[in-house]
């Protein structure tokens, strides 16, 4: 027996240790770039939904007014800060209809605005066209428009609108651990919009400048 040799005690105790020391290094690593990852998935989906809106909002603000006809009357009807509502006559009551003079068709009377879809508690950004919100962008905490006119200066008279500055703020889905956003979000302007907010999701706000090309004809 005295010329087998073995592991002593001791030894399997050290082995032991050193084995979960290297283990719980692994999980730390592994845990680590997990919740990377799944921060990084998070922000991502944000930022692709927020482009997706604002430029689906740019394309048909820009189109606001549209009236081959000069008979159809179209154009910004309600400008409001977190609203905005406007009309323009793009065909018949056939998709494959020219322009017909009314601004009564589908899509050619949209209401952008906030509101709460599926009651969640959350805001989101809705398209309205006549029948109801329809959601465009889900986890809005803000939307802010400022009307210009042909000088760039701010106006509240809806005839002398030019071109529409349109600032959104998104939010992830859920919390991210670890994270505190204490950030003051601001519209081109530079008037806050929102925040800080103090919770535990991240944000990203994107903001453009849209020139109504039909509007002054």
């Given at each position: 027996m005295r010329d087998k040799q073995g592991f002593t005690l001791m030894e399997l105790l050290v082995a032991m240790a050193m084995a979960g020391i290297v283990m719980g290094s692994v999980f730390s690593v592994y845990y680590s770039q997990q919740k990377s990852y799944v921060v990084q998935e998070e922000v991502s989906g944000m930022q692709?939904?927020?482009?997706?809106?604002l430029y689906l909002m740019a394309k048909e603000i820009r189109m606001a007014g549209c009236d081959p006809t000069g008979?159809?009357?179209?154009?910004?009807?309600t400008a409001g800060a977190s609203s905005i509502s406007f009309t323009l006559d793009l065909?018949?009551?056939d998709p494959d209809d020219p322009p017909d003079g009314d601004t009564g068709d589908a899509n050619e009377n949209i209401t952008y605005t906030l509101y709460d879809f599926g009651s969640d508690g959350d805001m989101d950004l809705g398209r309205d066209t006549g029948s109801g919100n329809s959601p465009v962008a889900e986890n809005i905490d803000a939307i802010n428009f400022v009307y210009l006119d042909g000088s760039g200066n701010p106006t509240a008279s809806l005839?002398?609108?030019?071109?529409v500055q349109i600032?959104?703020?998104?939010?992830t889905g859920r919390n991210i651990r670890g994270y505190t956003d204490n950030n003051t979000y601001t519209n081109l302007q530079g008037a806050t919009i929102f925040g800080?907010?103090?919770?535990?999701?991240?944000?990203v706000r994107l903001a453009t400048n849209v020139k109504c090309r039909n509007l002054g004809l």
């Open positions: 692709q939904n927020l482009r997706a809106a008979t159809a009357g179209a154009g910004i009807t065909r018949g009551k005839s002398q609108i030019r071109s600032t959104i703020v998104a939010r800080p907010a103090g919770d535990n999701v991240r944000r």
